[in-house]
């Protein structure tokens, strides 16, 4: 039975026999409410909640009713310390004494119970990514069960995936709580744990993005600006709380699913095909669709062309050698793209730059001094998402190393 998230997922991610899919389903059908609020998922305290601890029973979503049993002095530490719901509390302490065990006061128990609780924060999150990765393949053996599931979970994608990048944005900026201030050791843990889940929803964002959300205009943009603005997850509230081995290395490991998803997103294989550049395009939910979006992204790449951006500046001018032959294929460019075609084809507007934006990108990115060449060699051989053998030297906490997908981003670049 699945009594913790980490159960859940190692039970979804492993090789399922048939008849245990309907177990569960319906294990998942109890936890939507969780699964579905990646921000909050253990609630926030409440006066309701607190009431039913008191009268000492609480009934769960199942319908079991739990029986407090003069445990709510432990149930209220937990919750004023993690700042959760009551209730959630309750289910989160009985799931401790079932997994771990424990004897002793109610300080030892919150703090036995903290990487507990840290634990399951973030196995709620990897929950989602063996359904994504199940319902892109319907040779998995999960695929009946993802397809069932996912979108109980998720009723609109591209707003999930804001959520991701909300919630991503707030856990950079986030502060440590008052009561870790005073200990250079706690405070370094609990900024860890806020650097993991960022791993961990930057992982849920690239497989919500890989088959299953559009990677429309607006979205594409959105994401640009976040891995901008936080240069690949490196600006960081608690930057002074991750300068050991372990938190560099969970920048790093930021670093790489971002450049992944920012290559992921741009649809190299799908522009590659079929590129439609029209007023009136009968596809809609690709960012080629979005001429104020493609001048939006145009602006932001082309104003960070650093070594740690070389791969999505690559990436970049492929899509523009793509739109450049297409529009000139047309023999006209439509008048809502006219502006973007006039940026990046300095010749429609009379420039003495005759080279296309495309070909002037193209050579510097095979500049020497753009690092093109080691950037895609170090991710590919030094990076816990390319290697699972780094990943377990490194204790890396990506939660799926080496997985093919990552691999067919960048090849589609390359």
């Known amino acids: 039975m699945c009594r913790t998230y980490k159960d859940l997922h190692a039970q979804i991610d492993g090789h399922l026999e048939q008849s245990s899919l309907a177990e569960i389903a319906a294990i998942l059908d109890l936890r939507l409410e969780q699964l579905r609020n990646i921000a909050e998922p253990f609630g926030k305290p409440s006066d309701a909640s607190r009431k039913k601890i008191e009268t000492g029973s609480a009934a769960l979503h199942d319908g079991v009713v739990i029986q407090v049993e003069g445990a709510d002095e432990y149930i209220f530490a937990i919750s004023d310390k993690f700042q959760i719901d009551q209730v959630q509390a309750l289910i989160l302490y009985r799931s401790f004494l079932y997994s771990v065990g424990f004897t002793g006061d109610v300080d030892e128990l919150v703090g036995g119970i903290t990487p507990f609780y840290f634990q399951e924060r973030i196995h709620i999150l990897r929950v989602l990514i063996p359904l994504f990765r199940a319902y892109s393949s319907a040779q998995m053996a999960a695929h009946s069960l993802a397809m069932k599931i996912l979108p109980k979970i998720i009723s609109d994608a591209q707003a999930f995936a804001e959520t991701i990048i909300n919630e991503y944005m707030h856990k950079t900026k986030q502060e440590l709580p008052a009561h870790t201030k005073s200990d250079p050791k706690t405070a370094s843990l609990w900024a860890k744990q806020i650097g993991k889940e960022q791993v961990v929803l930057l992982e849920v964002l690239f497989w919500t993005m890989f088959d299953f959300a559009p990677c429309n205009g607006p979205l594409v943009v959105r994401m640009y600006e976040t891995a901008y603005e936080t240069n690949l997850g490196s600006v960081q509230q608690n930057s002074m709380a991750l300068l050991d081995e372990e938190g560099v290395q969970l920048q790093q490991d930021s670093a790489a699913l971002w450049i992944v998803i920012m290559v992921e997103v741009l649809c190299l294989e799908t522009v590659a095909d079929e590129l439609e550049v029209s007023d009136t395009p009968q596809k809609d939910d690709i960012y080629t669709a979005s001429p ?19 791969c999505t500046y690559l990436a970049w001018a492929y899509v523009l050698s793509r739109l450049t032959a297409s529009v000139t294929e047309q023999k006209a460019t439509p008048d809502s793209y006219q502006p973007f075609f006039e940026l990046i084809l300095p010749h429609l507007n009379r420039s003495k730059e005759r080279e296309p934006t495309h070909v ?32 377990w030297r490194l204790g890396s906490n990506v939660t799926d190393p080496n997985q093919t997908a990552f691999r067919a981003v960048l090849k589609g670049m390359t």
Not at 364 to 383: D, V
Request: hydrophobic share 45%; net charge neutral; aromatic share 4%.
């Open 360 to 391: 002037l990108m193209m050579r510097t990115c095979l500049a020497p001094e753009a690092g093109l060449f080691h950037t895609l060699l170090t991710l590919l051989q030094n990076s816990p998402l390319f290697v699972t053998s780094v990943a």
């Open 292 to 310: 104020e979006s493609l001048k939006r992204i145009h602006e932001l790449v082309v104003s960070h062309s650093g070594s740690q951006h070389v």
